[in-house]
């Protein structure tokens, strides 16, 4: 692929989860016209099968939440490709709970994906990234990271907890003089599959400060207006930009 001249991947290696929807899907198509190789990892391998048709990359089943399957994929990246440059931990679900009527499987389900499944990510790809001497991690967190969620505790304690792994990664990593950069994404509402989910659970619960909140912004977020920013973290550009927890959100946590 060409690079679009600002942003030059050509030669990189770009591993994204999630990548069969939304804003991993979006990720996969920009970083695939910036010239990087996309390796597209999802559940749904169908999906990621697609992606990686489109745009001329590589798919592989998986389940974040799998050491093992983990495992599999970086041994099959280290053949087929022999790198690792690049890792967007997109993957994630948003499921309804409250702190007073929690549901545990809820809650273990959330951060098993949410959380360990990007830590587990993180570890997989420093593995790479070390040797290299540079790489650059991004994690879908979210502005439900920001302040209180009651109807989505659990969610939003998940993407607080990604952001937190985040700095934690990107300090390690520049104490221990990697020029390896991490950082997190918060995007607010964004159309896809799973703000279905947010409407959804907003609707049934009817929660006026959270509809109200989205009404400021005019409008839901589109994928590709997230991927934009995340090609950017991802690229020479970003150099100094690393523990940064980015909010993306047209104000509506402003
Ligand atoms: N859409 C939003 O409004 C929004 C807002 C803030 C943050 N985010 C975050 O952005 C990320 C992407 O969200 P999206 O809206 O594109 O979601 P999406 O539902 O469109 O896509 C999520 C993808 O993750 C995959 N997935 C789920 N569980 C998995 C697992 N265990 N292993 C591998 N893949 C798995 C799904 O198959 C799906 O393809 C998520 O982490 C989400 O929390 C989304």
């Not at 499987?105 to 001497?133: C, D, Y």
């Not at 950069?181 to 509402?189: A, C, E, K, Q």
Request: proline letters at 2%; aromatic letters at 4%.
């Amino acid at each position: 692929m060409m690079s679009n001249g600002w942003i030059d991947l050509n030669g990189q290696v770009a591993v994204v989860t999630g990548a069969a929807s939304g804003i991993g899907r979006a990720a996969c198509v920009a970083l695939a016209t910036a010239g990087a190789k996309v390796v597209a990892l999802d559940l749904d391998l169908q999906g990621a099968q697609a992606v990686a048709t489109a745009v001329n990359g590589a798919a592989h089943g998986l389940d974040v939440t799998n050491a093992a399957e983990w495992h599999v994929v970086a041994e099959w990246i280290q053949t087929e490709f022999g790198r690792l440059d690049i890792l967007v931990n997109s993957a994630g679900i948003a499921l309804k709970d409250t702190v007073g009527d929690v549901d545990l499987s809820n809650h273990h389900k959330t951060f098993a994906i949410n959380v360990e499944g990007t830590l587990l990510g993180m570890q997989v790809a420093l593995r790479f990234m070390r040797p290299q001497g540079k790489g650059a991690i991004i994690n879908l967190s979210s502005t439900a990271s920001l302040k209180g969620n009651p109807n989505m505790a659990s969610y939003g304690a998940s993407k607080a907890a990604v952001a937190h792994f985040t700095r934690s990664a990107a300090l390690e990593n520049v104490r221990a003089g990697h020029d390896i950069r991490i950082n997190s994404v918060h995007p607010g509402l964004i159309e896809t599959a799973m703000a279905g989910e947010f409407y959804g659970i907003l609707e049934k619960i009817g929660s006026p400060d959270a509809l109200r909140t989205m009404m400021t912004t005019g409008r839901p977020g589109r994928p590709e207006e997230v991927a934009d920013l995340i090609l950017y973290l991802a690229s020479d550009r970003a150099s100094f930009i690393s523990g940064a927890s980015i909010v993306i959100d047209r104000a509506a946590s402003a």
